[in-house]
């Protein structure tokens, strides 16, 4: 190469490198002086090196310290805006929820779901999506007693599965996972599946590696720079795992559209391919199979993943604390005895509700919540955000807010709890986040982690493994997009 296309080669280079830096702000001296603080951002990277990659939300915790409640950071050239705090998080999702209710783009999530959906759609699409979703859910049973009817009957074959394990060591995940996953089913499809029924067994195996695929550091990378998309394998394989799980709900609504009848309405399916005949006759087109595949994909990934997380993380807590196991049994005992734990027991059973709501509150399974904009200019806490600004509310910060829990690093179901004994409310308990975007299903958690938690408690007594002491045990999180408890195994001792 002679010395001319050297330099014409380095010119452009050059040329390119000063584009992205203009490009990224890094000569904009007119920005707002009262936008949040945060850390100097460095060319192109923006301060990506004092990132945990694997764990972001521990750098957040770090830089909240430094920068107070509302802060920013830049991720390569995007800025971010980390509101933190349970005073914080609630002016903005709750006391100015429409102008924080917009979702920003996220490339590995746009590639995803092409803006479709509830979880990550924009605009009005995403009001429609939600307004259906939450009508839909509450018209097949969510907060009734026909749905009670059938997580309690699911807990019976996950309690059996278990007994099946005759009090020898054994990884209770992936039955959990089942169990928790023939809830939604029954809203989605209308069915339920045998635990080892092999294209549940597939289905479930798709969530699962879709959602530890996206807690990875490479794709986050993608997030922050999507033009090394071509360097991601894991991508590529978010996007095969996609595919094979629409084409399993496509095949199902076909089969579906066979026997619709719009009176009869069996399932969340059914009551979309309702609309989407409806809409026919009228000009505007949200009751698309785009919708539908979205919706369904989020639904199944959030109604398995959260309430699996939890309870695999409750059944933790309880080898680790055998004497909080030990009285939330006597409470079991005095309310229930050997009948079928109901949603009406709950009241009656403060102990219990209070170590439900703890196991929430310390296991932390979505620390980020997942990610706001702004949908319009809005000043918070003196500060101005711009319309676009992409914000992270960082629930963490909430749940271990040191002004609104006694003793927010320990696992403490007194935290729950009057002087007297009596189960106590708390705001700043935000597990499924606040605002216009909390989460639709909020009630049947509510409902299957108490009725699932119970039961297991009421047939089983939960130990380690012989030769593994408490101390062994480890409470660290796995790596995941959500924070779930490292693998573990446990002895089920029937109760009787």
Avoid at 162 to 174: L, M, N, R, T
Avoid at 324 to 347: A, D, F, L, W
């Amino acid at each position: 190469m002679d010395w001319s296309s050297c330099t014409s080669m380095g010119l452009f280079f050059l040329l390119v490198f000063l584009s992205i830096l203009k490009t990224g702000g890094f000569w904009n001296n007119h920005q707002r002086k009262n936008f949040p603080p945060g850390p100097r951002a460095l060319p192109i990277i923006g301060n990506l090196h004092l990132f945990d990659l694997k764990r972001p939300y521990r750098t957040y915790l770090k830089l909240s310290k430094i920068y107070g409640p509302v802060f920013s950071v830049q991720l390569g050239l995007r800025k971010i805006v980390v509101i933190s705090g349970y005073e914080t998080l609630k002016e903005a999702l709750v006391n100015q929820a429409d102008a924080f209710a917009e979702r920003p783009k996220i490339p590995v999530f746009e590639d995803l779901t092409k803006g479709n959906g509830i979880a990550f759609a924009h605009g009005e699409n995403w009001k429609v999506m939600r307004r259906f979703t939450l009508t839909t859910l509450r018209d097949l049973g969510m907060g009734k007693r026909a749905l009670e009817d059938r997580i309690v009957e699911e807990d019976r074959y996950l309690a059996d599965t278990i007994a099946s394990q005759e009090g020898k060591p054994f990884d209770a995940s992936k039955i959990i996972n089942a169990a928790v996953a023939n809830i939604i089913v029954s809203i989605l499809l209308g069915k339920r599946f045998d635990y080892k029924d092999s294209r549940f067994v597939r289905l479930l195996h798709l969530t699962n590696e879709s959602v530890r695929l996206v807690g990875k550091p490479l794709v986050m990378m993608y997030n922050i720079f999507p033009h090394l998309g071509f360097l991601l394998r894991a991508n590529k394989t978010l996007l095969q795992n996609r595919d094979e799980f629409h084409n399993y709900v496509k095949a199902t609504f076909v089969e579906h559209l066979k026997t619709l009848d719009k009176n009869d309405q069996r399932s969340f399916i059914d009551a979309f391919l309702v609309k989407q005949q409806e809409e026919k006759s009228t000009t505007t087109r949200y009751f698309h199979t785009g919708n539908l595949l979205s919706l369904v994909s989020n639904l199944f990934t959030a109604g398995v993943e959260t309430i699996t997380a939890t309870l695999n993380w409750s059944l933790l807590l309880m080898l680790k604390y055998p004497e909080i196991q030990r009285k939330v049994q006597e409470e079991i005992e005095q309310v229930i005895g050997s009948n079928p734990p109901r949603i009406k027991h709950r009241t009656q059973m403060p102990y219990t509700d209070a170590v439900i709501h703890e196991i929430q509150r310390f296991a932390n399974i979505l620390p980020l919540d997942l990610p706001h904009e702004t949908a319009a200019d809005v000043t918070l806490k003196g500060y101005f955000i711009p319309k676009g600004t992409y914000i992270i509310p960082f629930l963490t910060s909430v749940l271990r807010d040191k002004s609104q829990w006694e003793k927010p690093e320990m696992f403490y179901p007194e935290h729950f709890l009057d002087a007297s004994g009596k189960f106590v409310r708390k705001d700043a308990f935000m597990p499924f986040s606040a605002g216009r975007r909390s989460c639709a299903g909020e009630t049947l958690a509510k409902m299957e982690l108490f009725l699932f938690f119970t039961s297991l408690l009421q047939r089983f007594t939960f130990q380690p493994p012989p030769g593994v002491s408490i101390s062994d045990l480890d409470l660290s999180p796995a790596i995941s997009f959500n924070i779930i408890p490292k693998p573990y195994k446990m002895c089920a001792v029937p109760r009787f």
